[in-house]
């Protein structure tokens, strides 16, 4: 039973306020047809656990021009650069979901195959945002698949940096196999240390005492010439080029206790620091794993293909045909509707056109232009449709260049940076000769 009232509530699916009405379904305010749909879909389907793990955690659908604008996704040329795995029948993809934000989009993520009897499975990554779909080709296309996610909310964001051919990333193992290592020797050299932890040297079990120092000492080897190699090589590269970074002090301290607790265990003069060592080791490549995890996840190696949209509506022979924005060329008459981003640097030829310019000057309040005014690529159109004529293909606009000048990306910050670090470094290597 559908019906329409005039109290301001909250919406049962996405949790906004109702501002204009208020759908009311099942007993539940809904604040937008779109909101309304999604709750039909998982009612159908019997999916409405979904609302039982947060208050209000959908994504309001209401922008409903998604079905034209994912007519791209009917080209091959597009799919076969998509797809990550097509044999005719069955096809895998990946797709990058912005909205995805708590563990009620997780639970539906991953049961699209109950909404859909295309999908055989779907797995999310919460860290990266992004969704696994095993489907079946012959049951549903990948644009038909896409916009039912674009329906419950989930539209993917799919760029022009996506059709690129990306180099395969060699994952390295050698990392964690450093600290697998360090981290055996590092708990083996403390057990053969509770002797020394607990006095017991002077005990009537003293003799074995010099047996767990050279095991001790055994084990320290690997921990040395193996886990420490990195920070050794970054030091002798610092100094080749007569440069103190903060590896030399790192490499110091590890060479320094090593040497100091051979000797001590060789000479029967002392039991050495060789847990110290091991653990110095052991904590720093740790952190250092899970520093470039962190840099792994955030990608800072962007372009301006990773921003613009993989295809544009365009205005051929009196015909709208919707083709990949690396095809346009000069001359060619292309189609913005409300909040979508210009590829081209272009003329405006028709329609009242409102810029946003954030994205490139980071201004973003809207500047008006008129016909036949230049308009930049990277603006983003407030109100209604226009059309526009390009003057200048998408690798050689102002943006383009813009986003090729190293000042751009901040390099000469990134590298200033890493010098104060450097410089920070030298005053450790004092107290570390010292000790």
Sequence with gaps: MNSITDVKEKCYHC??????????????NFCCEGCKLVYEILLENNLCTYYQYNTGPGISPKNKAFEQRLAYLDDETVKK?????????????????????????IWLLENL????????????????????????????????????????????????????NKKQKVVDRSQIYRIGVAGFCFGNIMLF?????????????????????????GLSL????????????????GLRQRFLNIDVPIALGILIMFIRSSYEIISATGAGYM????????????????????????????????????????????????????????????????????????????????IDYSFVTGESAPVPRKYGELIYAGGKQKGSAIE?????????????????????????????????????????LFPVLSH
């Design 113 to 164: 195959a109950r909404i859909n009897d295309g999908v055989v499975k779907s797995r999310v990554n919460f860290l990266k945002k992004e969704v696994y779909i095993l489907f079946r080709e012959d049951m549903v296309s990948l644009r038909k698949l896409t916009e039912m996610l674009s329906t419950i909310g989930y539209e993917p964001l799919i760029n022009l940096d996506d059709l690129e």
């Design 222 to 237: 690997p921990v040395f010439f193996y886990c420490s190699l990195p920070y050794f090589r970054a030091a002798l590269q």
């Design 81 to 105: 650069q998509l797809l990550q795995f097509s044999d005719g029948v069955n096809a895998a993809v990946t797709f990058f979901i912005p909205q995805m934000h708590c563990s009620s989009c």
């Design 193 to 217: 240390s509770f002797p020394e932890y607990f006095s017991l040297g002077s005990s009537a079990e003293s003799g074995f005492s010099g047996i767990f120092s050279y095991l001790n000492l």
């Design 15 to 28: 949790g906004e306020d109702c501002r204009e009405e208020i759908l009311v379904t099942d007993g539940k």
């Design 275 to 354: 847990d110290t060592m091991a653990g110095l080791v052991f904590f720093m490549s740790l952190g250092r794993y899970f520093q470039n995890k962190t840099y792994d996840t955030l990608s800072f190696e962007r372009d301006y293909k990773s921003f613009f949209p993989i295809a544009v509506l365009c205005r051929r022979n009196g015909v709208e045909t919707t083709i990949p924005v690396s095809a346009l060329k000069a001359g060619d008459k292309i189609i913005i509707r409300s909040e979508e981003l210009i590829p081209a640097d272009s003329l405006l030829i028709k329609g009242q056109a409102n």
């Design 388 to 428: 526009l004529e390009v003057i200048k293909e998408v690798k050689q606009s102002y943006l383009t260049q813009l986003w090729n000048n190293d000042a751009y990306h901040g390099k000469n910050d990134e590298s200033q940076f890493q010098l104060l670090v450097n410089r920070i470094s030298h005053p450790l």
